[in-house]
């Protein structure tokens, strides 16, 4: 073995010491390593009484050697819950198996107190294959079961947190939409929000609403993103299209209006947008039903379902996104709802939908055949079957859908023809 510059300059008599010292601490004894290891070791006969155990195990416990070796059982040591899992489980599967490990038990100190303790023990067999005794390490596991401890406190208030969120969620999605619809003589209207997740507010809005002259409002439209910034915008969305119409309830007029507002407050470094298709409904007189004239920012098409089974889409093309540019462009499409018609106004979350099936969106195609298969319809008719599809598309459905149908009911004589 060779030598640095260092040991050759050292002292010979230095150099013993040390070798000495060295020596003596490499001749722990067998008996001596045994009795203060760093964990419990206990060895007990077949039946379970305690035959021999370490010093180590008997300071965690508080006992004498002679109150255990001889007196008492392992399973004596364990708690009542330890003792029957002892009786039914671990006995049982050390017999088949031979050894088992990593148990966790809680163990009686002689004071009264409890040891958790993680467990393994092994049967030791003679040169015939018999088993002789068991041999049970017993490890201490009062910092792990702090530390699960605290991890669970740390999940349970967790848990409760996201709750409170949940909750708040909820709420301020609700404060987003109209308590109840507006009653509208001669017409019937249902709606829905169906939420994708209870964790994040969505942008979806709708309103159905009053105006002077014996005229109505609507409004539907989708705000991009989630969360508190899509709220905001959805909140300003929703009082700028009502204190609009008011002042002027040309739909494009409308539309024109809530874009100048959003650009304006939302053109910085974090620009937001939203697509809308606002409607003003006028009784149309005699005939029954309603006059509408739909405009539409960027929103995709609404559904008419006619009286006569057949459903369109309303062209409303090239209208933009509202809050993007100063001048967006608006278009507008007019209409008769008639007697046995239906309306349906809805958000992308559902088109934009994964199927299980296909695997790829829902798509306006399969709306258009779903709608077709409706009418003709009410109102309420197809917000139900509407429900019932989202809910077939379970979690496929990865972002909030807003639903508003209003439908002209048919006269008692139309509905025996």
């Known amino acids: 073995m060779c030598q640095t510059d260092g040991d050759q300059d050292r002292d010979p008599e230095e150099r013993t010491d040390d070798d000495q010292t060295l020596s003596v601490l490499l ?21 379970g ?24 059982t392992f399973s004596d040591l364990l708690a009542v819950g330890g003792r029957l899992y002892h009786e039914t489980h671990f006995a049982p599967l050390l017999r088949m198996q031979g050894e088992i490990s990593g148990i966790a038990l809680e163990m009686k100190a002689a004071d009264g107190s409890r040891l ?12 015939d294959g018999q088993p002789l005794l068991i041999r049970t390490t017993v490890f201490d596991a009062r910092d792990r079961r702090a530390y699960e401890q605290e991890l669970l406190r740390a999940r349970q208030e967790s848990e409760r947190e996201r709750e409170r969120l949940q909750q708040l969620t909820t ?46 409002g609507l409004f539907l439209g989708d705000v991009c993103g989630k969360g508190a910034a899509a709220a905001a915008v959805t909140s300003l969305a929703r009082y700028t299209l009502r204190a609009a119409a008011v002042y002027d309830p040309a739909p494009a007029a409308v539309l024109s209006n809530l874009n100048t507002v959003l650009n304006h407050e939302y053109n910085g470094s974090d620009p937001r947008f939203c697509t809308v298709l606002f409607g003003l409904l006028t009784p149309d007189g005699d005939q029954g039903g309603f006059h509408i004239i739909l ?23 090239g209208g933009q996104l509202i809050g993007v540019l100063p001048d967006a462009h608006i278009t507008t499409t007019t209409f008769r709802l008639a007697p046995g018609d239906t309306l349906l106004l809805h958000t992308d979350g559902l088109t934009e939908a994964h199927t299980a099936s296909r695997g790829d969106r829902y798509g306006d195609d399969a709306l258009l055949d779903f709608a077709h298969s409706l009418a003709p319809t009410t109102a309420q008719d197809t917000i139900s079957a509407i429900r019932e599809l989202l809910d077939t598309l379970g979690t496929g459905v990865d972002d909030d859908t807003a639903l508003l149908a209003v439908s002209v009911p048919r006269s008692e004589r139309e509905e025996q023809q």
């Open 49 to 72: 009484q305690i035959a021999k155990v370490n010093a180590t195990l008997l300071d965690w416990l508080g006992y004498e050697r002679g109150d255990l070796v001889g007196h008492r």
């Open 116 to 127: 958790p303790v993680l467990v393994t023990s092994a049967v030791k067999t003679g040169t």
């Open 27 to 47: 001749e722990d004894s067998v008996e001596d390593l045994y009795e203060k290891a760093p964990c419990g070791y206990l060895s007990t006969l077949l039946d």
């Open 295 to 317: 405009a539409s920012g960027g929103h995709p098409p609404a559904l008419l379902l006619r009286a006569d089974g057949t459903a369109a889409y309303l062209p409303t093309p």
């Open 171 to 216: 709420t301020l999605q609700q404060t987003l939409l109209p308590p109840a619809l507006a009653n509208v003589p001669g017409l019937d209207v249902a709606a829905h929000y169906h939420i994708a997740s209870i964790d994040e507010v969505g942008g979806d809005f709708y309103d159905l609403f009053p105006l002077a002259h014996g005229t109505w």
